[in-house]
Each structure stands twice: as C-alpha cells, then as structure tokens.
C-alpha cells in the first residue's frame, strides 16, 4: 500500500483571497514503512510575500522568483502522487490549496477522500490535547529540534513519523503482540487455574492397547536392525 505524506507552504491561509503555494513536499510510504523517496519542490506564488508568510517559512519573494510557477510543475507532481493516498495535517487547509491551483490551471480537483488527516487521527488518540506538529513530535517523542521554521519537506518528513507512531509504530502487531502476552501472563500469575470450586472433575480415560494392537507393534520391532534399547 503505497501512501505519501504531503506538506505545503503559501503565503497565507486563504486560497480564495489570492493566496498561493510556494513550496510542497511529499514523502513516500509503502505498507506504513518509509521509502526514502521524495518530491520536493519550491514555486514561483506570482505575487509578493506578505511579512507574517515570510516570518513562518523564511520563504521570500526574490527567491522564490528563481523558481518554476504551479503550471510548470504540476504535471510531475500529478504524476507523482497518482491515485495514492494522502497523509496530510489539517488536510482541508493543504487539499484546498492544491484544489485552487487546479482550478487556475482547469484541472480536476483531487477528491478529499483522497486524503487522510492527521489531526483528525491525533485527536481521536489524544482526546483534549495539543495536535500540532509540534506537540504530537513532544509526545510521541520524535527529534524535531532541526524545525526552526516551516518548511514542507521537513514538515512532511516528521508528519511521516507521527502517521506511522499514531497508527501504531512500524509494526504496529508486534507492540500489539507483546502487549496481549503481558497482559496473559499477568493473569496467568494472578489465577493460575480459573476452574470452579464445584465444577466435575472427571476421571482419566484409560487408553490400554488392545491385545491384537500389542501383537502387530511387537512384530514390527522384530523387523528393525539392532534397535538401540536392545544393545548391551
């Protein structure tokens, strides 16, 4: 099962007000392991940078003037996501972003079934408690010291670690695995037999060999060739 875990950076929080992608980063995953493979990729937003934008990303307006527009790279970002599933945090705010894209550009927009939402999983797991980036790496104790500001590919790479820690870890049996097996031992411990106190306790069944039975084992051990229980 093939998932990537995307983030993106803009200059605001509106799509619908003009705001624009400037920076996407997807990581991919198969069957809830990383596989090292990436897309990473910073656009031209065609319009100026405003102060509070700049001040979480670092992003500015002349360098991000060096680089491709949306139209110019849509086509492999398209065709690197295919059909495959997003792991995406408040997955709303980044799927209506892509979306406005593709609509300037005349494109289908992706289907929000397309997409899983972190957030939604983290408050689920953590009733009440903090579900940013940061907080959940705090709790699930993930390194993010290196986020000193956002950025899409770093973000989508420590998103990538809280999906698999929220979904269980890596191999999500084994912890489940080890946990079933405390949890039996613990009550083996505790009731080492759980049998009634007026529960019947049936003799056991004789199971003798019939006379016939006897006869046909003896005349095979006849057969075998110095058996060792017959040596001296």
């Known amino acids: 099962m093939r998932e990537l875990v995307l983030d993106t950076e803009t200059t605001g ?3 619908l007000n003009g705001d624009r992608i400037v920076e996407i980063g997807c990581v991919e995953i198969f069957n809830h392991i ?3 493979q990436t897309y990473h990729q910073y656009i031209n937003p065609e319009r100026a940078m405003p102060t509070g934008a700049f001040a979480v990303h670092g992003l500015s307006e002349k360098f991000l003037s060096g680089y491709p527009v949306f139209a110019d790279v849509v086509d492999g970002f398209l ?3 295919g059909d495959d599933q997003l792991v995406i945090h408040n997955a709303k705010f980044d799927m209506g972003f ?3 894209e593709l609509r300037r550009l005349e494109r289908p927009a992706l289907p929000m079934s397309q997409s899983i939402d972190t957030v939604t999983m983290a408050r ?4 009440g408690a903090p579900a940013s980036l940061d907080a959940l790496c705090r709790r699930l104790d993930i390194d993010n010291s290196s986020r000193t500001k956002h950025g899409a590919l770093l973000d989508a790479e420590l998103l990538a670690e809280v999906y698999l820690e929220l979904r269980g ?8 695995a080890a946990a079933e097996v405390d949890a039996y031992s613990a009550s083996d411990q505790a009731e080492p037999f759980d ?5 019947e306790v049936r003799p056991p069944r004789p199971h003798a060999p019939t006379a016939e039975e006897s006869a046909a084992h003896a005349a095979f ?3 075998l060739n110095e058996p060792i229980w017959s040596r001296g």
């Open 13 to 15: 929080l509106d799509p």
């Open 34 to 36: 990383a596989t090292g």
């Open 79 to 81: 065709d690197f996501i």
């Open 98 to 100: 892509i979306n406005a």
């Open 124 to 127: 689920r797991r953590f009733p």
């Open 169 to 176: 870890g890596r191999q999500p049996g084994l912890s489940l």
């Open 195 to 199: 049998l009634q106190p007026d529960a």
């Open 221 to 223: 051990v006849e057969t």
